[in-house]
């Protein structure tokens, strides 16, 4: 069985400050890690991958996440935030090997990002 | 351009009348799903397909239907819509190595 988690339900960061938004998985094989993002009354939006290879994957909007296999986290960063980042943010993974591989993605509970002026 | 479009966008309906909600994606993926999202509960997944012909339930499959006829569209059916099925709805596509693709969902309000 796969699963993710996002400890903080919210995050608050002050403009022109870093932000990370946690994530942590569980999966028998090995992962596929996702991050989107979602505006609201917006569908959601990708933002990055992890499939193989760097561990540090860089993606839109100047975000990027680690890769951590040790800790089994995919944490989400960026050195400077935007009051325009402000939204929901959710983490998924996909399990692609090992007996409880799975081609479905499972996806948090989600993370609303909030950054003040 | 790649899309997954959901029809409608808004839906304010009666209990008990049936309604269909369209999923049509431009992809060729092999993979679909419905999603509804509630407040403090994230999104949860109602029904998946991994090919034509070819659906599973999800963890809250209660008081839906779908069908994949054709690869590119998954419509998500209410035969009898509740007041408790009034959420904000997503559809996805995926294909092997990819993200997944949402449609820009649809808000059912049911009354």
């Known amino acids: 069985a796969q699963s993710v988690a996002q400890p903080e339900d919210q995050v608050n960061v002050a403009e022109g400050n870093p932000l990370t938004v946690k994530c942590t998985y569980s999966?028998?094989?090995?992962?596929?890690l996702f991050w989107y993002v979602q505006y609201p009354n917006r569908g959601l939006q990708f933002l990055l991958k992890?499939?193989?290879?760097?561990?540090l994957v860089k993606g839109s909007y100047g975000f990027e996440a680690e890769f951590n296999k040790s800790q089994t986290s995919f944490h989400l960063k960026k050195p400077s935030a935007l009051v325009s980042d402000s939204a929901l943010y959710f983490c998924a993974v996909r399990d692609i090997g090992g007996p409880g591989g799975s081609y479905i993605p499972t996806f948090g509970r989600g993370t609303s990002l909030i950054v003040h002026p | 351009e790649a899309q997954v479009t959901q029809n409608p966008r808004y839906l304010i309906t009666v209990t008990g009348k049936k309604l269909t909600v369209t999923c049509s994606q431009n992809m060729n993926h092999e993979y679909m799903s419905w999603y509804r999202q509630d407040p403090g509960l994230g999104l949860r997944q109602i029904y998946y397909s991994m090919n034509v012909e070819v659906t599973d339930k999800g963890d809250v499959p209660e008081g839906y239907k779908v069908s994949r006829k054709e690869k590119r569209n998954f419509p998500l059916i209410l035969e009898s819509p509740s007041p408790n099925q009034t959420s904000l709805y997503f559809c996805a596509s995926m294909g092997g190595r990819t993200e997944a693709f949402f449609g820009q969902g649809t808000r059912l309000t049911v009354v």
């Open positions: 992890y499939i193989t290879g760097d561990n």
């Open positions: 999966v028998s094989g090995n992962p596929y």
